[in-house]
């Protein structure tokens, strides 16, 4: 079992910045690759960006390219999104998630990962 903590979520105005943590227990991160997900009121949730087991390979969906940067940190069983040039459509809450079954790549299906945390509100006012 894996235990997932996000932090560092809030209030901010549009243009502004936010890093994201999970932080991991219960098994070592490096072996799984890790994705950011997130759910805005009344939409559906989607995959925000996702890191394979080592860190040296990421993806990213076009609405956070060149804005958002998703980075880990094994040895210390953490997982960070920084996220830059924040707009109003950011709004959401979100998620980190790790992909137990597969162990490789980078996947954007929620169905494919299986442990989540319990997400934390990042709000930006325009």
């Known amino acids: 079992q894996v235990q997932l903590v996000e932090s560092g979520g809030g209030l901010v105005q549009a243009g502004g910045s936010l890093r994201l943590s999970c932080a991991a227990s219960?098994?070592?991160?490096?072996?799984?690759?890790m994705g950011w997900f997130r759910q805005a009121p009344g939409k559906e949730r989607e995959f925000v960006a996702g890191?394979?087991?080592?860190?040296?390979?990421?993806y990213y969906v076009d609405s956070v390219k060149g804005r958002f940067t998703i980075s880990r940190d094994n040895a210390k069983n953490m997982m960070y999104l920084q996220m830059n040039s924040l707009k109003p459509e950011d709004t959401a809450v979100y998620y980190c998630?790790?992909?137990?079954?597969?162990?490789?790549?980078?996947?954007?299906?929620?169905?494919?990962?299986?442990?989540w945390g319990q997400g934390t509100q990042v709000t930006v006012a325009s």
């Open positions: 998630a790790a992909d137990a079954r597969r162990g490789f790549g980078i996947t954007m299906r929620e169905s494919d990962y299986d442990y």
């Open positions: 219960g098994r070592t991160l490096s072996r799984y690759p």
């Open positions: 890191i394979s087991r080592t860190g040296d390979s990421t």
